[in-house]
């Protein structure tokens, strides 16, 4: 097994690898045919980096052996190694936890069977526990248990004592400080400024109402719908834009009408320096096939490849268009418009609600001048509002899983189709039923060289290994007796879980805990994610030393890419799909997105920041409007309690925050469509050929690029 440096302890497997050896005329690594691995280690050393690459597949019984959404195909029986890593007793830096990858790449040419100790888990991608069993079993018992989707709800609520804490903290945290500040009568509980945060309020969730009619709300036919949603991408997109500006015009007005304050200016400053410099770099970034930009719409995709314009094809703007279109169609399609609007509306007005009280809670801690209580009520409302932001997160996720399970019935052929062609798995593959000559150049060319992967699975694993098997053996289990005798011949969630009711009630009941988890930790999970990324670019060609510095900053690493893997958003998906523990879920999903090369596609996914700036352009533009109000009001009437600049400033501040609060819920549902449309591509690929061809072809030619 000259590839992998390591052997199965499948006999099964082994036997197999050394007989496809002997038909291709290579002896194996000796220890292959030696299945005492202890001594194997004790004779050899680790074979150089050369032979630890990810690309070859020397069994198509391997091949086969691979997760698998819902019945439907997965991209690591087709793209990524199955990998058979074994136990290591005598190898004395595989399990040390403060290795951390620092480099991308090693020297193929180094003819020394050593493995430097910086740079071994960043090239052997599965290094497992001393005493936990293969990658490969472990991907089969996934597959086994990812099957099918539950035909029941279970009875008993996953992460409950989250569930439990969110009940207990919130309502204290939200009415503590309204009972247990002490008032003192001073500018937050008066005119102008509490007037000012009052409006703010009120004139955020009437512009939540017009955007929430404005993306999901509205009747159309069949004919209209793809248009329409094209159309509300497109728009979206504008918003970048407009957020530079509205950051502007707040900076200057600050600058101008509050000039004892005017070092504030440096956050509306630091906010239109990020959005300018992340336009100009998407603008610029070319990638290996040199593609600047791309139409909004499928029709000008074809036009422009048939006329020789398809360097302009391959932009995130317009790639975020395309992504956004197809998440709105799905949506439409696997959940009805009316009675997701209505739900939709429903939360949105408790989110109103929820965001009244934290005001209030937040005016009673600053009246009293209480950190304490300050810190108390922004947890609380941080908290309410993330959750109920994420029930919305759990109802769009279902609804994109459940077109995947659709698609997949409708075309039965497709998850055979690996069956066939499990012995070229990175061979010349038919990505579709069209050619590549069918497709437009964009796609045919796109490379993924520029992707870097940074969240190894690897560093964090190995703390798991040992709790899969009793994990996934209690879950199996439950889902058997979820059952209860049911026929398992739809794959589907029955007809009762799969509506916008079924899902709202799954949120609200047995998967609220995993809901309230996602709403407290996700949001920071995504943002140490996007640090981790920042971190592993900074240390490329970095030298690594043993300072103690270094080995505790290795440490802290390796810390936050476990807590990314245990509390990704991403996991949402198959909290809706399986019913699985929060916790369960991020792992499963992080595992699943590493293995099939989309976790550096995602990195590069601009939705989040495209939320941010819609969210950022109406809340700056409302804090502009109640900002004039109270400085007008201050200077013209003058009240007993007068405000300083700097509580004006503070004021918009905290009117900025309530509204963008607001705006940012009415996206969740676009957000997190889109990241579980990323999620069941992973699993389940083909899916998306029939219905969307193009992005189809896109994702698999940066996701396969990603493993090469």
Same mark, same amino acid.
């Given at each position: 097994?000259?590839?992998?440096?390591?052997?199965?302890?499948?006999?099964?497997?082994?036997?197999?690898?050394?007989?496809?050896?002997?038909?291709?005329?290579?002896?194996?690594?000796?220890?292959?045919?030696?299945?005492?691995?202890?001594?194997?280690?004790?004779?050899?050393?680790?074979?150089?980096?050369?032979?630890?690459?990810?690309?070859?597949?020397?069994?198509?019984?391997?091949?086969?052996?691979?997760?698998?959404?819902?019945?439907?195909?997965?991209?690591?029986?087709?793209?990524?190694?199955?990998?058979?890593?074994?136990?290591?007793?005598?190898?004395?830096?595989?399990?040390?936890?403060?290795?951390?990858?620092?480099?991308?790449?090693?020297?193929?040419?180094?003819?020394?069977?050593?493995?430097?100790?910086?740079?071994?888990?960043?090239?052997?991608?599965?290094?497992?526990?001393?005493?936990?069993?293969?990658?490969?079993?472990?991907?089969?018992?996934?597959?086994?248990?990812?099957?099918?989707?539950?035909?029941?709800?279970?009875?008993?609520?996953?992460?409950?004592?989250?569930?439990?804490?969110?009940?207990?903290?919130?309502?204290?945290?939200?009415?503590?400080?309204?009972?247990?500040?002490?008032?003192?009568?001073?500018?937050?509980?008066?005119?102008?400024?509490?007037?000012?945060?009052?409006?703010?309020?009120?004139?955020?969730?009437?512009?939540?109402?017009?955007?929430?009619?404005?993306?999901?709300?509205?009747?159309?036919?069949?004919?209209?719908?793809?248009?329409?949603?094209?159309?509300?991408?497109?728009?979206?997109?504008?918003?970048?834009?407009?957020?530079?500006?509205?950051?502007?015009?707040?900076?200057?007005?600050?600058?101008?009408?509050?000039?004892?304050?005017?070092?504030?200016?440096?956050?509306?400053?630091?906010?239109?320096?990020?959005?300018?410099?992340?336009?100009?770099?998407?603008?610029?970034?070319?990638?290996?096939?040199?593609?600047?930009?791309?139409?909004?719409?499928?029709?000008?995709?074809?036009?422009?490849?048939?006329?020789?314009?398809?360097?302009?094809?391959?932009?995130?703007?317009?790639?975020?268009?395309?992504?956004?279109?197809?998440?709105?169609?799905?949506?439409?399609?696997?959940?009805?418009?009316?009675?997701?609007?209505?739900?939709?509306?429903?939360?949105?007005?408790?989110?109103?609600?929820?965001?009244?009280?934290?005001?209030?809670?937040?005016?009673?801690?600053?009246?009293?001048?209480?950190?304490?209580?300050?810190?108390?009520?922004?947890?609380?409302?941080?908290?309410?509002?993330?959750?109920?932001?994420?029930?919305?997160?759990?109802?769009?996720?279902?609804?994109? +899983?459940?077109?995947? %399970?659709? =698609?997949?019935?409708?075309?039965?052929? /497709?998850?055979?189709? $690996?069956?066939? !062609?499990? *012995? @070229?798995?990175?061979?010349?593959?038919?990505?579709?039923?069209?050619?590549?000559?069918?497709?437009?150049?964009?796609?045919?060319? +796109?490379?993924?060289? %520029?992707? =870097?992967?940074?969240?190894?699975?690897? /560093?964090?694993?190995? $703390?798991?290994? !040992?709790? *899969? @098997?009793?994990?996934?053996?209690?879950?199996?289990?439950?889902?058997?007796?979820?059952?209860?005798?049911?026929?398992?011949?739809?794959?589907?969630?029955?007809?009762?879980?799969?509506?916008?009711?079924?899902?709202?009630?799954?949120?609200?009941?047995?998967?609220?805990?995993?809901?309230?988890?996602?709403?407290?930790?996700?949001?920071?999970?995504?943002?140490?994610?996007?640090?981790?990324?920042?971190?592993?670019?900074?240390?490329?060609?970095?030298?690594?030393?043993?300072?103690?510095?270094?080995?505790?900053?290795?440490?802290?690493?390796?810390?936050?890419?476990?807590?990314?893997?245990?509390?990704?958003?991403?996991?949402?998906?198959?909290?809706?799909?399986?019913?699985?523990?929060?916790?369960?879920?991020?792992?499963?999903?992080?595992?699943?997105?590493?293995?099939?090369?989309?976790?550096?596609?995602?990195?590069?996914?601009?939705?989040?920041?495209?939320?941010?700036?819609?969210?950022?352009?109406?809340?700056?533009?409302?804090?502009?409007?109640?900002?004039?109000?109270?400085?007008?009001?201050?200077?013209?009437?003058?009240?007993?309690?007068?405000?300083?600049?700097?509580?004006?400033?503070?004021?918009?501040?905290?009117?900025?925050?309530?509204?963008?609060?607001?705006?940012?819920?009415?996206?969740?549902?676009?957000?997190?469509?889109?990241?579980?449309?990323?999620?069941?591509?992973?699993?389940?690929?083909?899916?998306?050929?029939?219905?969307?061809?193009?992005?189809?072809?896109?994702?698999?030619?940066?996701?396969?690029?990603?493993?090469?």
């Amino acid at each position: 097994m000259s590839e992998h440096g390591g052997a199965s302890g499948d006999t099964d497997s082994h036997h197999e690898e050394e007989s496809s050896f002997q038909s291709s005329g290579t002896s194996p690594f000796f220890a292959d045919a030696m299945l005492d691995l202890d001594t194997a280690h004790d004779l050899a050393e680790t074979p150089d980096a050369s032979q630890l690459q990810r690309k070859t597949i020397v069994s198509a019984a391997d091949a086969a052996d691979v997760l698998q959404l819902p019945p439907m195909e997965s991209p690591t029986r087709r793209r990524s190694k199955p990998e058979t890593t074994t136990t290591n007793h005598n190898n004395g830096f595989s399990d040390d936890p403060t290795m951390l990858p620092v480099m991308d790449n090693v020297n193929n040419n180094n003819n020394n069977n050593s493995l430097p100790r910086h740079i071994e888990k960043q090239e052997m991608m599965r290094i497992t526990h001393m005493d936990s069993t293969t990658t490969t079993s472990t991907l089969r018992r996934m597959r086994l248990l990812w099957s099918s989707l539950p035909k029941t709800r279970p009875t008993w609520p996953r992460d409950w004592p989250w569930a439990l804490a969110f009940c207990i903290v919130v309502p204290l945290a939200l009415a503590g400080p309204m009972f247990l500040a002490q008032p003192q009568q001073n500018v937050w509980t008066q005119p102008p400024l509490s007037t000012a945060t009052f409006g703010a309020w009120i004139v955020s969730a009437g512009a939540a109402v017009v955007t929430t009619r404005w993306m999901y709300g509205r009747r159309y036919n069949d004919e209209d719908r793809t248009s329409r949603h094209e159309r509300v991408a497109a728009g979206l997109v504008n918003f970048a834009a407009w957020s530079v500006v509205v950051y502007l015009v707040l900076a200057v007005t600050i600058l101008i009408r509050l000039p004892a304050a005017r070092w504030t200016i440096i956050l509306p400053l630091a906010y239109t320096v990020r959005d300018v410099y992340l336009v100009r770099r998407w603008k610029q970034r070319r990638g290996v096939a040199a593609l600047t930009s791309m139409p909004s719409t499928a029709s000008q995709a074809s036009s422009q490849a048939s006329t020789g314009q398809s360097s302009s094809y391959a932009s995130r703007y317009a790639f975020f268009q395309a992504l956004t279109a197809m998440a709105l169609d799905i949506l439409a399609q696997s959940l009805r418009r009316a009675s997701f609007f209505r739900v939709l509306t429903l939360i949105l007005l408790t989110q109103t609600i929820v965001i009244g009280l934290w005001r209030q809670a937040l005016i009673g801690a600053l009246d009293d001048k209480s950190v304490w209580l300050l810190l108390l009520a922004a947890l609380g409302g941080k908290w309410a509002t993330g959750t109920l932001a994420r029930l919305l997160s759990l109802v769009a996720s279902g609804g994109v +899983v459940n077109w995947f %399970v659709q =698609q997949q019935e409708q075309y039965p052929e /497709d998850s055979n189709h $690996d069956e066939n !062609d499990a *012995d @070229d798995v990175y061979g010349d593959i038919e990505l579709s039923a069209a050619s590549d000559s069918q497709v437009p150049e964009a796609y045919r060319t +796109v490379g993924a060289s %520029v992707y =870097q992967s940074v969240l190894r699975m690897d /560093d964090v694993l190995d $703390d798991d290994d !040992d709790d *899969d @098997d009793l994990e996934q053996e209690e879950f199996r289990q439950e889902m058997e007796q979820d059952r209860n005798g049911i026929p398992t011949s739809s794959h589907a969630h029955p007809e009762s879980l799969s509506t916008v009711r079924g899902l709202v009630a799954a949120g609200l009941s047995v998967s609220f805990g995993s809901v309230a988890m996602c709403g407290l930790l996700g949001g920071p999970a995504q943002f140490v994610w996007s640090q981790i990324r920042k971190v592993h670019i900074w240390q490329q060609g970095h030298e690594p030393t043993d300072s103690v510095m270094e080995k505790t900053w290795n440490r802290v690493l390796l810390w936050a890419r476990s807590f990314v893997r245990s509390n990704s958003d991403l996991a949402m998906s198959h909290v809706a799909a399986y019913y699985k523990p929060y916790p369960r879920a991020s792992r499963d999903v992080s595992r699943l997105i590493e293995e099939a090369g989309v976790e550096p596609v995602l990195h590069d996914d601009i939705t989040t920041h495209m939320c941010n700036c819609v969210g950022g352009t109406i809340s700056g533009a409302i804090v502009l409007f109640t900002g004039h109000f109270a400085q007008r009001e201050r200077v013209l009437h003058g009240h007993d309690y007068e405000a300083t600049d700097l509580d004006v400033v503070m004021n918009m501040l905290m009117a900025f925050i309530l509204s963008y609060t607001l705006i940012f819920t009415v996206m969740e549902p676009l957000r997190a469509a889109i990241k579980a449309v990323y999620v069941a591509y992973a699993q389940n690929p083909r899916s998306l050929s029939h219905a969307y061809p193009l992005i189809y072809h896109r994702l698999t030619r940066l996701s396969e690029a990603n493993l090469s």
